[in-house]
Nanobody
Framework: QWQLVESGGGSVQAGGSLRLSCAASGYSYSSIYMGWFRQAPGKEREGVAAIYTGTSSTYYADSVKGRFTVSRDNIKNTVYLQMNSLKPEDTAMYYC?????????????????WGRGTQVTVSS
């Protein structure tokens, strides 16, 4: 059974940086899609970034382009989300998700496997 474990969340001031990690285990496929999603209280879950581990193709929401970078380490089965120039509106619970071939890499309901999330809080 697939397991995804996020880490790296925390509290930072606006303009600061955080790096989230998502360690994946329990699968034997070399190429999958892994996505980062976030959900703030009272808001719908939204896609932030995604990566296809086979080719390292990446996808980003417009709201984070130029500030966030998604990357992977296939040896460690870990995906990272480097978040720079953080804004208060980035405050949310951040989730890692995985699937073989989501139709739309930034759409949360296209993914079947999820971690439990890590909280990111950005203060002004």
């Amino acid at each position: 059974q697939w397991q995804l474990v996020e880490s790296g969340g925390g509290s930072v001031q606006a303009g600061g940086s955080l790096r989230l990690s998502c360690a994946a285990s329990g699968y034997s496929y070399s190429s999958i899609y892994m996505g980062w999603f976030r959900q703030a209280p009272g808001k719908e879950r939204e896609g932030v970034a995604a990566i296809y581990t086979g080719t390292s193709s990446t996808y980003y929401a417009d709201s984070v382009k130029g500030r966030f970078t998604v990357s992977r380490d296939n040896i460690k089965n870990t995906v990272y989300l480097q978040m720079n120039s953080l804004k208060p509106e980035d405050t949310a619970m951040y989730y890692c998700a995985a699937d073989f071939r989501p139709g739309r890499p930034l759409v949360w309901y296209e993914y079947r496997y999820w971690g439990r999330g890590t909280q990111v809080t950005v203060s002004s």
